[in-house]
């Protein structure tokens, strides 16, 4: 398992190294002028142009920018931005606020929709299993934007037991676009954990165990989930990822001060270094979310062998 952990580490480097220099092809192709954008109206003497652009490394070719860039992130350096605020402050100020969303939304959809999952199983066939098939159906064909918008009139506007915007309610402020975050990534926990289910309920090891016996609960509960959680362990460490992204959306709509709200506005004022900085840390987040996924593969299902 140590070999194993250790390859796995020393893949990071070119899966990290592939995904941030995308990234920062794609931002710093974005057409138009930074300056232009940071300036706006205004007028810009030739000599401010210039010492903004050799700050920045704006006349450099790409890969000399990323090149530069990268050995600044090796020493903790992540740029600044055109005001001159280091973007490691933005990150540290902000990281809290998308860090406690996902918390908060990773919670909801492996809670609900792994019970949810697991009734629908137990009971397939019956009202239960059609109410969760027909409610993540309905989950998953709406959009996350859409859901957002519509949990804010419902249950923030119309029936006030939320608030719509801010985090001024500390914790409590988290649970409507936390449960907007999920919505769909919860359907989808609930339909792998009933379809997985069902299917190791039907295996010869648990009908051995009913034979010997053993309580319903404890066929569920010990043999059968054991393997049921194999597809979703691997499904929500790849769901976190994405959800990060997805927080910028949300963010977005519920006006958090959080990383995704700062994508939203660095992309617009062109900020490029914020945004690739912000960026880089969800990269690094999603790779080492999976590898914990990947070690958790091997207390599930002692079959598999890394070394």
Avoid: C
């Amino acid at each position: 398992m140590a070999r194993y952990i250790i390859r796995r580490l020393l893949q990071f480097i070119p899966v990290t190294l592939i995904a941030t220099f995308i990234v920062f092809a794609l931002v710093f192709a974005i057409p138009g002028d930074p300056i232009r954008a940071l300036a706006g109206d205004r007028p810009l003497a030739p000599h401010i142009v210039e010492a903004i652009r050799e700050r920045y490394n704006l006349d450099d070719p790409l890969l000399v920018q990323y090149g530069k860039w990268l050995a600044n992130v090796f020493q903790g350096d992540f740029g600044t931005t055109f005001q001159g605020r280091p973007v490691s402050d933005i990150i540290a100020q902000r990281f809290p606020v998308t860090l406690r969303l996902a918390i908060v939304a990773f919670i909801i959809q492996s809670i609900i929709g792994i019970l949810a999952g697991i009734l629908a199983a137990v009971r397939q066939k019956g009202f239960v299993d059609s109410l969760v098939q027909v409610s993540t159906v309905v989950l998953v064909a709406i959009p996350t934007l859409a859901m957002a918008f519509l949990m804010q009139v419902v249950f923030g506007l119309q029936l006030g037991w939320f608030p719509i915007a801010g985090i001024t309610q500390g914790w409590y402020s988290y649970l409507l676009p936390g449960a907007a975050l999920a919505s769909v990534s919860t359907a989808m926990v609930a339909r792998l954990v009933r379809t997985s289910l069902i299917e190791n309920l039907r295996a010869d090891y648990v009908r051995t165990a009913t034979a010997k016996g053993m309580k319903r609960s404890r066929v569920v509960g010990r043999h059968a989930m054991r393997n049921s959680l194999i597809p979703v362990v691997t499904f929500l460490g790849a769901d976190l990822g994405s959800m990060l992204g997805g927080t910028i959306i949300i963010e977005g709509i519920f006006n958090m001060p959080g990383l995704g709200g700062e994508v939203f506005r660095a992309v617009r004022a062109q900020e490029g270094t914020v945004v690739v900085g912000i960026v880089t840390l969800f990269i690094l987040f999603f790779v080492v979310i999976n590898l914990i996924v990947d070690i958790l593969y091997a207390y599930l299902d002692p079959r598999i062998r890394y070394e």
